[in-house]
């Protein structure tokens, strides 16, 4: 049940980090720099949902780890309370607390490099805006 819940929670910060890494991509694609006279407007409106992205890509190894200290701990338990020293079910027991530090990865890998990539588009869209600002001080 333990696992079923974490696994929950990994999926959801795995759609949340999606979602926000789409929305951003897509504002990038059409952001209109010439619309913006201050560059910290600019950084601000670029590095929305950044953090939220950051967050759940250095998060989600830490909820996966938490999964799987909780199914080792219910796989001693069940041995504990069985009394029977029986190895498949310890390999079933620990084999499937693993998969949520697995899920843990594969959630906060495609996450800090959305990250990583959204970062640097958001670096040149700013450098992209501050030619245009020297261009229209030299006009």
């Not at 950051?54 to 799987?68: D, E």
């Not at 219910?74 to 498949?88: A, E, P």
């Amino acid at each position: 049940m333990v696992e079923y819940g974490v696994i929950g929670v990994l999926v959801l910060m795995s759609i949340i980090a999606l979602w926000a890494s789409i929305e951003r991509l897509l504002f990038y694609h059409y952001i209109k720099l010439v619309l913006y006279s201050n560059k910290t407007e600019l950084e601000i409106d670029l590095s929305k949902n950044l953090t939220l992205i950051a967050t759940i890509g250095s998060n989600a190894p830490y909820v996966g780890l938490l999964g799987t200290v909780f199914g080792i701990i219910l796989t001693f338990v069940q041995l504990g309370q069985s009394g029977i020293v029986d190895t498949s079910s310890i390999m079933t027991g620990l084999a499937l607390a693993l998969q949520a530090t697995a899920g843990g990865l594969l959630v906060a890998i495609p996450s800090i490099v959305f990250y990583n990539l959204l970062m640097r588009k958001s670096e040149v869209l700013v450098a992209q805006w501050e030619i245009l600002q020297e261009k229209e001080g030299k006009q």
